[in-house]
């Protein structure tokens, strides 16, 4: 971000969740947030988030692709896509 010409200190991080906070002291050392804020419900705030959330269908499909260890990466990956 400071290359962008923002820098952590100048922002507040809010720390969320069932299990944010319990990692928000190693993900955030040494980067120099002005304030670390975890909210007293951090639980309850995040599933606030979800519930008040906009409704948004994803459509997935999972491929299974069997790569043979000896073909060369190029050539399985020209035939990934015909399975």
């Known amino acids: 971000m400071t ?3 923002y820098a952590p200190s100048n922002f507040k991080c809010i720390s969320y969740g069932g299990g944010g906070p319990v990692h928000t ?3 955030t050392s040494g980067l120099g947030f002005d304030e670390v804020l975890i ?3 951090a639980a309850a705030f ?3 988030g ?3 959330a906009d ?3 994803r459509y997935d ?5 069997d790569i043979d260890a000896d073909v060369p990466r190029s050539e399985a ?7």
């Open 77 to 83: 990956a020209a035939t990934a896509g015909d399975n």
């Open 46 to 48: 995040s599933a606030f």
């Open 25 to 27: 002291a190693g993900y």
């Open 61 to 65: 499909q999972t491929t299974n692709i």
């Open 50 to 52: 979800c519930g008040a």
């Open 3 to 5: 290359g962008e010409g």
């Open 39 to 41: 909210p007293e419900w």
């Open 55 to 57: 409704f948004e269908y």
